[in-house]
């Protein structure tokens, strides 16, 4: 049976609202790791990353496939803020969070964690 665009969004959101949760677990982790690094850029990259899979609809961890985290966000977050951030520091802090996450929670997605592996 085909999934409603009601029920897409739904499962959309309450991913969404998850990946929120992680998100303060993250910044909760990087204060206690480093105290003396401002996490401001990883919370904010880490913030949009969610926001942008959000957009896309995207409800579940093995969705997020290396062209959306490697490429497709970093088109979107260069144009949407103008900055010119490189592409392994965006691919260095997307990273870090995934890690966290398979640490904390075992969450894993293995084709996207050697994705940040490739150059």
Same mark, same amino acid.
């Given at each position: 049976?085909?999934?409603?665009?009601?029920?897409k969004?739904?499962? %959309?959101?309450?991913f969404?609202?998850?990946?929120?949760?992680?998100?303060?677990?993250?910044?909760?982790?990087?204060?206690?790791? =480093?105290?003396?690094?401002?996490?401001?850029?990883?919370? %904010? $990259?880490?913030?949009? !990353?969610? =926001?942008?899979? *959000?957009? =896309?609809?995207?409800?579940?961890?093995?969705?997020?496939?290396?062209?959306?985290? =490697?490429?497709? !966000?970093? %088109?979107?977050?260069? $144009?949407?803020?103008?900055?010119?951030?490189?592409?392994?520091?965006?691919?260095?802090?997307?990273?870090?969070? *995934?890690? *966290?996450l398979?640490?904390?929670?075992?969450?894993?997605?293995?084709?996207?964690?050697?994705? *940040?592996?490739?150059?």
């Amino acid at each position: 049976m085909t999934e409603s665009p009601r029920q897409k969004y739904d499962a %959309a959101d309450r991913f969404h609202k998850k990946m929120v949760e992680y998100i303060d677990e993250y910044r909760v982790h990087i204060l206690l790791v =480093n105290p003396v690094l401002d996490p401001t850029n990883n919370l %904010a $990259v880490t913030q949009e !990353f969610v =926001n942008y899979l *959000f957009s =896309n609809l995207i409800k579940d961890f093995d969705e997020i496939t290396v062209s959306i985290a =490697n490429s497709k !966000f970093y %088109a979107f977050f260069i $144009v949407t803020y103008k900055q010119e951030v490189p592409k392994d520091v965006v691919k260095g802090i997307l990273k870090d969070f *995934f890690t *966290f996450l398979y640490g904390k929670h075992g969450i894993k997605n293995e084709k996207l964690m050697k994705g *940040f592996e490739e150059k």
